[in-house]
């Protein structure tokens, strides 16, 4: 398995800073008042927000907590620090590299294989795919939970767009996570599909590409991977276990939000928080591959708070303030994460080379 490549590029740089003029670019087009988000920035509470910022700290941790607990069934050996930083240097992968944690389970897959052989692949495939799944599935929950808050809520009336925006949402990801447990459990399907697009290679390369070592190498990970995920099915403890740390998980994401707006002296209602996040985490699954994310999360965000009836000037500054922490702090915290993971063995292989 190869590392997903981390090289700061110019698309690295150059790509955030049109991301954050689209954003700019979308707050003048709604008429929201620059000259305001500084003055409401000025009003702001210390103290809930950094307690926001603790919150989503403590939400990493419990992401952490409910992989490890998946790993650890599966006999891959992982502390609760090195779960931690993994999902650290997953987080900043992610962030350079979007696809929605597919390059960053990638990371933690690499160096599972790296550190503890090859044999254990599979089982490291097969518990973040079934955290993957878990977590697809809370997703929905909320969505479900914020539909149903919404009915009770005073705060934004009930239209026929927003309703039938949300349904769309919470119906393609059920149809999404229904294919892949399908796929993930019917061995001989994915086979087929693996078979078919090896062959699909082979016939685009005209055979020039040696492909037979790699097709054995993938059908040995993927018995493997297939072999884990029975285990999960025969003994579901795990798993449930899995799942209640992935709802504290939420619950403190929810959290974090919901304190932003506390920092601001604003009252919001948790319709509007559930059903944002759960709808900005969707829209962050979508690979633009624009470094950072910057852009659209945010766009997001401030036109689902402006439906809301947030005032637009609070409605951006609730926003940048939220992207702070979930973005750019956690993008700082996984690169100091990715370099002790990186340089640490070296450093240590080197102490050893000095010793001989």
Same mark, same amino acid.
């Given at each position: 398995?190869?590392?997903?490549?981390? !090289?700061? /590029?110019? =698309? +690295?740089?150059?790509?955030?800073?049109?991301?954050?003029?689209?954003?700019?670019?979308? *707050?003048?087009?709604?008429?929201?008042?620059?000259?305001? *988000?500084?003055?409401?920035?000025?009003? *702001?509470?210390?103290?809930?927000?950094?307690?926001?910022?603790?919150?989503?700290?403590? #939400?990493?941790?419990?992401?952490?907590?409910?992989?490890?607990?998946?790993?650890?069934?599966?006999?891959?050996?992982?502390?609760?620090?090195?779960?931690?930083?993994?999902?650290?240097?997953?987080?900043?992968?992610?962030?350079?590299?979007?696809?929605?944690?597919?390059?960053?389970?990638?990371? %933690?897959?690499?160096?599972?294989?790296? #550190?503890?052989?090859?044999?254990?692949?599979?089982?490291?495939?097969?518990?973040?795919?079934?955290? %993957?799944?878990? @977590?697809?599935?809370?997703?929905?929950?909320?969505?479900?939970?914020?539909?149903?808050?919404?009915?009770?809520?005073?705060?934004?009336?009930?239209?026929?767009?927003?309703?039938?925006?949300?349904?769309?949402? +919470?119906?393609?990801?059920?149809? /999404?996570?229904?294919?892949?447990?399908?796929?993930?459990? !019917?061995? =001989?399907?994915?086979?087929?599909?693996?078979?078919? /697009?090896?062959? &699909?290679? =082979?016939?685009?390369? %005209?055979?020039?590409?040696?492909?037979?070592?790699?097709?054995?190498?993938?059908?040995? *990970?993927?018995?493997?991977?297939? #072999?884990?995920?029975?285990?999960?099915?025969? =003994?579901? !403890?795990?798993?449930?276990?899995?799942?209640?740390?992935?709802?504290?998980?939420?619950?403190?994401?929810?959290?974090?939000?919901?304190?932003?707006?506390?920092?601001? @002296?604003?009252?919001?209602?948790?319709?509007?928080?559930?059903?944002?996040?759960?709808?900005?985490?969707?829209?962050?699954?979508?690979?633009?591959?624009?470094?950072?994310?910057?852009?659209?999360? #945010?766009? +997001?965000?401030?036109?689902?708070?402006?439906?809301?009836?947030?005032?637009? &000037?609070?409605? &951006?500054? &609730?926003?940048?303030?939220?992207?702070?922490?979930?973005?750019?702090? %956690?993008?700082?915290?996984?690169?100091?994460?990715?370099?002790?993971?990186?340089?640490?063995?070296?450093?240590?292989?080197?102490?050893?080379?000095?010793?001989?």
């Amino acid at each position: 398995m190869k590392m997903p490549q981390t !090289k700061f /590029t110019w =698309k +690295t740089v150059v790509l955030p800073i049109i991301g954050i003029a689209v954003f700019l670019l979308y *707050i003048y087009i709604f008429h929201v008042d620059i000259v305001a *988000i500084v003055d409401t920035l000025k009003t *702001i509470n210390p103290l809930p927000y950094v307690v926001a910022i603790v919150f989503s700290l403590l #939400e990493i941790l419990f992401f952490a907590l409910s992989w490890r607990v998946l790993a650890n069934f599966l006999r891959i050996k992982l502390s609760i620090i090195r779960s931690y930083l993994l999902v650290w240097y997953g987080i900043f992968v992610d962030t350079l590299i979007p696809a929605e944690a597919v390059s960053g389970e990638l990371v %933690r897959a690499y160096f599972i294989t790296k #550190e503890q052989g090859s044999s254990k692949c599979g089982p490291a495939l097969a518990s973040l795919v079934t955290q %993957r799944f878990l @977590g697809m599935g809370v997703n929905i929950a909320v969505l479900l939970i914020g539909i149903a808050l919404l009915f009770t809520s005073s705060q934004m009336p009930i239209t026929g767009l927003v309703l039938t925006s949300i349904l769309l949402i +919470t119906i393609g990801i059920s149809v /999404t996570l229904i294919v892949l447990i399908i796929l993930a459990f !019917k061995e =001989k399907w994915t086979t087929k599909l693996l078979n078919w /697009t090896i062959n &699909a290679a =082979k016939f685009i390369s %005209r055979g020039r590409w040696s492909l037979n070592h790699f097709s054995q190498s993938v059908h040995k *990970i993927l018995q493997s991977f297939h #072999e884990s995920m029975k285990e999960f099915k025969n =003994k579901p !403890k795990p798993v449930l276990l899995s799942l209640f740390y992935l709802v504290i998980t939420w619950i403190f994401g929810l959290s974090a939000q919901y304190l932003v707006f506390m920092a601001l @002296g604003v009252s919001v209602s948790w319709s509007m928080i559930t059903i944002t996040a759960a709808i900005v985490l969707a829209v962050k699954a979508i690979p633009l591959g624009i470094p950072f994310e910057v852009g659209l999360p #945010e766009a +997001t965000m401030t036109t689902l708070y402006i439906a809301f009836n947030i005032d637009p &000037a609070i409605a &951006a500054t &609730a926003t940048i303030l939220s992207r702070l922490f979930t973005l750019w702090l %956690r993008f700082f915290i996984g690169f100091t994460a990715q370099q002790w993971l990186t340089l640490k063995p070296i450093m240590s292989h080197s102490s050893d080379k000095s010793e001989i």
